[in-house]
């Protein structure tokens, strides 16, 4: 498919064990965002990529999180020590350019539960 | 502190009326506004937006209006359509990453 998809699209996992979420961006987009969306929220930013590197990574919550992008296509979030308070959907999206008039396409998420 | 405010949680709308979808935002920086429709199990979709040099934009049976003096923007669809019954999100931007509001969800009875 053409758009942005994410593995897996669910993940229950036990309080304290590490995770990982996949993101799969459109062909040729430079930019890559991960946003979290808990229950009854609206989407909320964690980490944007230009490229390889972390643009703004100002939204993650604690040094818990951790996001990747090596090949400046995949991008991989890390959580550490998962706790409850972590579980809720993790969505991507990506961008052609990453400028403020592009716009943003979103996966499908990962909705995550730490039991 | 919410920065985009959506304060009505829900609309319920007949179809062929019109629907408005209100938000309010707090940060005078914010000079990009952006609206998503969400359906359940997918991520949101991009709908339409405008910058603030504008006060409105229009595509198709949507139109979005921006009162900058009022910090206020607004969603009209028309006519609505039961395709149209999801969750809206108002999001908004000063440089790239999107401040989203908590969604409105809307229903189209037929």
């Known amino acids: 498919g053409a758009g942005v998809s994410q593995t897996p699209s669910n993940k229950v996992t036990e309080k304290g064990k590490y995770v990982e979420l996949r993101c799969d961006p459109i062909?040729?987009?430079?930019?890559l965002y991960w946003y979290r969306q808990s229950l009854g929220q609206g989407p909320e930013f964690l980490i944007y990529?230009?490229?390889?590197?972390?643009?703004?990574d100002s939204g993650l919550p604690n040094d818990r999180f951790f996001a990747v992008r090596p090949e400046g296509s995949v991008s991989t979030l890390k959580i550490q020590r998962t706790e409850r308070g972590d579980s809720a959907v993790y969505l991507c999206?990506?961008?052609?350019?990453?400028?403020?008039?592009?716009?943003?396409?979103f996966g499908p998420g990962t909705r995550l539960t730490v039991l | 502190d919410q920065q985009v405010k959506q304060n009505s949680p829900s609309l319920s709308v007949q179809e062929g009326r019109i629907s408005i979808l209100n938000c309010d935002y707090t940060?005078?920086?914010?000079?990009?506004f952006l609206w998503y429709k969400k359906y359940p199990a997918e991520g949101p979709t991009f709908l339409i937006s405008?910058?603030?040099?504008?006060d409105k934009n229009e595509d198709g049976r949507f139109t979005v209006f921006l009162n900058k003096s009022a910090k206020h923007l607004s969603l009209h669809i028309v006519p609505s359509q039961p395709g149209d019954s999801a969750v809206y999100f108002c999001?908004?931007?000063?440089?790239?990453?999107?401040?989203f509001g908590k969604g409105t969800r809307l229903s189209v009875i037929a």
């Open positions: 062909s040729g987009h430079t930019a």
């Open positions: 999206a990506s961008s052609l350019t990453g400028g403020q008039g592009d716009t943003q396409y």
């Open positions: 990529f230009q490229g390889t590197g972390a643009a703004d």
């Open positions: 405008i910058s603030s040099i504008k």
């Open positions: 999001a908004a931007s000063e440089v790239t990453p999107l401040v």
């Open positions: 940060n005078s920086m914010f000079d990009y």
